[in-house]
Every structure is written in C-alpha cells, then in structure tokens.
C-alpha cells in the first residue's frame, strides 16, 4: 500500500539559510513524486515532481528534490530561504492501482517558518 | 488562461442545509478530484471523476455528492447528512490515465454556523 511521510509538521529557518524538507515513501509500483506549496487560504502549486527520469529534480523558486530509492526518500531542499518561502508544503506520491487508475496520496504537510 | 475555477471562494452555511460548490476546469483533463483539507490532517479524497458520467467514493465520501455531466464541470454538494462540514475543499484535475501532476484550483472555505 502506498503512504506518504513527511517527518517534520514544523520547520523554522533563518533568511538567507539552507531549507530540508523530509519526505519518506511507500509504494508497491515504481512511483512518482511531487512537492506543493500552498499558501494560506490558497490552493496548492506545483514546485517539482519526479517521474523516473533524472533522479536530481529542479522545481520553481530554486527548489529541488533527490530522489532516493534504496532510502525511499524524496526530500526538498533550498540552498538560502527567502521570507517568501513561507508557506505548507506538501509531499504526494502517485502510482497505479490494480484497476489501472491511479492514486494521489498526500502527506501531512510542513509548515516553513522564516525568520528575519 | 487554462486552469481551475471554484466558486464561491467563501461560503456560510446553516445546519441542515445543502451547499454546493462548483469546479470548472478548462485544461481537457479527464479527471477531476475533490479533497477536503482540515489543519493538520493534509488533504483528504471525497470524490474523483476519471470520465464523465462515472466517479468513484474516495475515502471520506458519507455525506457529499456529486455529478460529472460535462467533462469541464465537476459539482461537489455537501448534504446536511455531512456531519462536521466546516473545511476548505480543493478541486484539482489531471491527465487520465497517468502518473502527471494536480492542478488545483484555489479552494473554496465553508463554514456552518
């Protein structure tokens, strides 16, 4: 069965400081991957996704996210946080079911904090 | 522009009242999906549509409905049977049939008073 587990429901980095966003997997198939932020009382936007192609994704507003199988891992990183990176992120696997649909699990989310 | 609408942004309920929200999306997807997000819980599956006039329960469809009579709209009705019905819901659609992204649209938050 698939699952999703984001390690931390709260981060809080300082400006100008590395992001680490932790995400484990669970998937019976061979999956793929994404990473959301949503801002509050928005809806969610796409940052990056992984799809068994290169396993270094690049994403949008110098996100990116290595994907691990041996570790089952996919977790986000930033070089330097800006204040605007403050948001919840979400992790979400995606792989397909015996019916031949596929499934989006989503993890719990983490809420980035940055402080000035 | 291609993308999802949902409408009303901001909606107020009394008990015992039906409530429905609308999904319109523009982007030829195939499937549409509504969750309800709560704090602290991520996102939660009530319905998906895979093609139109067919959709399927998620994991907390008791006490929502909806209908898939066009492809680009995908109505979610919170019935006065839902027994905690204050949340924000999300819509989102994607391609049918693959492992691509959500699109979302920007959520609609109803409360019951």
Known sequence: ?116 | DGGITQSPKYLFRKEGQNVTLSCEQNLNHDAMYWYRQDPGQGLRLIYYSQIVNDFQKGDIAEGYSVSREKKESFPLTVTSAQKNPTAFYLCASSLRGSTGELFFGEGSRLTVL
Not at chain 1, 43 to 65: C, D, H, M, P, R
Not at chain 1, 74 to 101: I, N, Q, R, W
């Open chain 1, 1 to 116: 069965a698939q699952s999703v587990t984001q390690l931390d429901s709260h981060v809080s980095v300082s400006e100008g400081t590395p992001v680490l966003l932790r995400c484990n997997y669970s998937s019976s198939y061979s999956p793929s991957l994404f990473w959301y932020v949503q801002h509050p009382n928005k809806g969610l936007q796409l940052l990056l996704k992984y799809t068994s192609a290169a396993t270094l994704v690049k994403g949008i507003n110098g996100f990116e996210a290595e994907f691990k199988k041996s570790e089952t891992s996919f977790h986000l990183t930033k070089p330097s946080a800006h204040m605007s990176d403050a948001a919840e992120y979400f992790c979400v696997v995606s792989d397909g079911t015996t019916s031949g649909t596929y499934k989006y699990i989503f993890g719990t989310g983490t809420r980035l904090k940055v402080l000035a």
